[in-house]
């Protein structure tokens, strides 16, 4: 369903915890992946107002590593995306950040560049 809307609770314990809201009742089909495979151990239970869904998703031991690590939440049925986490630990964290950070900038200079030698063009030929 595309009225599905995802909020985190908490991360902690080695879990991450949220809510599902949107479908009257009816059992959410979600999955969440990490590095593109389905993550094991997930639950799934009715919240206390009856309305919602709880999510708790165990974090793989494999995740636990130096790096960014993203989890991607999605909803079976509307196909979609409801949500992500991001994990980042280890002496790699830093690095890892700035170099995206450094990729982003000069990915924005090049468009910067290419839109500015596409206003030229386009105001020389009118």
């Not at 908490?10 to 059992?27: D, K, S, T």
């Not at 389905?38 to 494999?62: F, M, Q, T, Y």
Request: aromatic residues 6%; negative net charge.
């Amino acid at each position: 369903m595309d009225d599905l809307k995802l909020t985190k609770i908490r991360l902690a314990n080695g879990f991450w915890e949220g809510n599902i809201e949107g479908q009257a009742g009816a059992r959410p089909e979600v999955e969440v992946l990490y590095r593109d495979k389905a993550v094991d151990g997930v639950e799934l239970h009715l919240a206390s107002d009856r309305k919602s869904w709880n999510i708790r998703i165990p974090l793989p031991r494999n995740a636990l590593a130096d790096g960014v690590q993203t989890f991607v939440i999605r909803d079976r049925v509307g196909d979609r995306k409801l949500g992500d986490f991001t994990l980042i630990a280890g002496e790699a964290a830093a690095d890892d950040l700035r170099a995206e950070v450094d990729l982003l900038r000069a990915e924005l200079d090049m468009l910067k560049r290419a839109f500015r030698r596409h206003c030229v063009e386009t105001s020389a030929a009118g």
